[in-house]
């Protein structure tokens, strides 16, 4: 005896239950393929589709379920510690995008040549990005230098009290 095969077309609709023969004559007939997609089921189950679009249809699954794990990385701006007001703003403008995207950012501060004289000047930008902040961003990871560069990391503000304290005592 044929091992029973529950067959589906293309479209979701039951066919019934078929031997293995006839199912494979079902497929050529509709020029598709016939695959077994629960070999555990009682009787188990196959579907007469077209396998190159399954397959399709599954990596695109896959692609995007890997492209949504992606959001919450790490973007990175850089700043001059002798930047403009109206940068800084554009800057900060940006890094409210990636922020509401679910990213956290890095705001480095590039020095070059006699900058490194004067670190408080970085310092004092960066202050200035948190002000102009506000309550859109919290530190994530304090400022620190990395050979020329002063970096600080800024996650997504919370919307209750403890993000405002702590604001005020990065300020200070």
């Known amino acids: 005896m044929a091992p029973k095969l529950r067959v589906m077309d293309s479209k979701g609709e039951k066919l019934g239950i078929l031997t293995k023969t006839e199912a494979l004559e079902k497929a050529k ?4 393929d016939l695959i ?3 070999p555990n089921a009682n ?3 196959a579907k007469i ?3 190159q679009k399954l397959r399709y249809e599954e990596n695109k699954k896959e692609r995007a379920s890997r492209k949504g794990a992606s959001v919450g990385g790490l973007k990175e ?3 001059s510690p002798r930047i403009a007001e109206h940068d800084l703003k554009v ?3 940006r890094t409210k995008e990636f922020l509401k995207g679910g ?3 890095k705001l480095t501060i590039k020095f070059k040549g006699r900058e490194m004289a004067h670190p408080e000047l970085g310092h004092q930008v960066l202050q200035d990005a948190l002000n102009l902040l506000g309550d859109a961003a919290t530190v994530e990871k ?3 230098f990395e050979s020329r560069k002063l970096s600080i990391i800024v996650g997504k503000g919370r919307k209750d009290k403890n993000a405002e304290t702590e604001n005020k005592k990065i300020n200070t």
Do not use: C, H, N, S
């Open 29 to 32: 007939e509709m020029g598709l």
């Open 36 to 38: 077994e997609i629960a």
């Open 43 to 45: 009787p188990p189950v």
């Open 49 to 51: 589709t077209d396998f």
């Open 77 to 79: 701006l850089w700043l």
């Open 91 to 93: 800057r900060l403008a």
């Open 103 to 105: 990213y956290k950012v």
């Open 142 to 144: 304090e400022a620190k």
